[in-house]
């Protein structure tokens, strides 16, 4: 069975299909393997397949293959393409903003989303996000998190409000804030690296 059309825009076919695309279109310069797609998104790599096989035949990605991997990248030269990432940076925005400016911050350990723009993207109906809440978990600067929320604030043209807490805290959930935030929508952002302990892009969205 098909998934529904994501609550951020109803106008794709799945969540998973906007999250492809505005990986790919929001980063035209960049080209992902299959594999890198399903590993991010947390989706089989037989579904990612399909997603990627209907974009390329509508012209919106260009695939190549490299040895036994697939790559694919956006597609500059489809007329739709421009249109649709200023859509795609107006909903999906958020994931690759947050993602950019909060990357290798001294002290951070991962970034989440919570609150409203979380709830659209995990599909709770609601009226459109108009701010955005993240977690910085771990001992960054105070001075490096709202620098880095008043550059992706300018970006994305909406409210970023930052919230800091250690490891600690996010780990012993003893904070009243953080248990309002497990037990709510949260989309993970940038976590650790399992092997290496270092931070990796990924989303990861929990339904609390």
């Known amino acids: 069975m098909r998934s529904a059309a994501p609550a951020l825009v109803p106008v794709f076919r799945s969540r ?12 035209p310069e960049r080209e992902y393997s299959l594999t890198d797609l399903a590993h991010r998104f947390g989706a089989p790599l037989s579904t990612v397949h399909g997603e990627v096989k209907r974009l390329t035949e509508a012209g919106l990605l260009r695939r190549r293959s490299i040895g036994r991997s697939a790559m694919v990248q956006a597609n500059p030269g489809n007329r739709l393409v421009e249109p649709l990432t200023q859509l795609l940076f107006l909903s999906w925005g958020p994931l690759q903003v947050i993602a950019n400016e909060f990357a290798e911050m001294n002290g951070a350990e991962r970034v989440l989303i919570f609150g409203s723009w979380a709830a659209r993207y995990l599909q709770r109906p609601g009226p459109p996000p108009h701010d955005l809440d993240v977690l910085v978990v771990g001992r960054p600067t105070r ?7 008043d550059r992706a604030q300018q970006r994305l043209a909406m409210p970023v409000n930052p919230v800091i807490r250690s490891a600690e805290a996010w780990r012993d959930a003893t904070d009243p804030l ?31």
């Open 16 to 27: 998973l299909q906007a999250d492809i695309l505005a990986a790919l279109l929001l980063n």
């Open 143 to 149: 001075e490096s998190v709202y620098d880095a929320a």
């Open 178 to 208: 953080i248990q309002q935030i497990q037990s709510g929508p949260l989309v993970e952002v940038l976590v650790p690296d399992d092997a290496t302990g270092e931070q990796t892009r990924a989303v990861r969205a929990i339904d609390g």
